[in-house]
């Protein structure tokens, strides 16, 4: 994958193995990947050196969770990283269409 960018979210649930509730982290190749550190409503940057190109409308990319920062659990999950235009909208895990239809 390289260098990425990163979502900080609340954690939706206790990790399974620790019970930590640390923040939830995503990864993303999608923008000026430089480990930004971004929340939903923050609008991604582009440089010329940019994964993807900026587009219009609604769309998402594949996202990567990060391991439990407490215990180091390895988090298997699959994400999409919601997009608007160039602003983050939101996230979710990803369904069976979207393993299939994106470009993991």
């Not at 587009?55 to 997009?83: H, I, M, Q």
Request: aromatic share 12%; glycine share 10%; hydrophobic share 35%.
């Amino acid at each position: 994958m390289g260098v990425y960018d990163r979502l900080f979210l609340p954690s939706a649930a206790p990790c399974s193995r620790c019970g930590s509730q640390e923040e939830l982290v995503i990864q993303f190749h999608f923008g000026d990947v430089r480990l930004h550190e971004f929340r939903i409503g923050d609008a991604i940057t582009w440089s010329d050196t940019a994964k993807g190109s900026p587009r219009t409308g609604r769309f998402r990319v594949p996202g990567y969770p990060e391991w439990c920062k407490a215990c180091g659990l390895d988090n298997e999950d699959s994400y999409v990283v919601e997009f608007h235009g160039d602003v983050i909208t939101g996230y979710r895990e990803a369904t069976e269409d979207d393993l299939e239809s994106l470009d993991w």
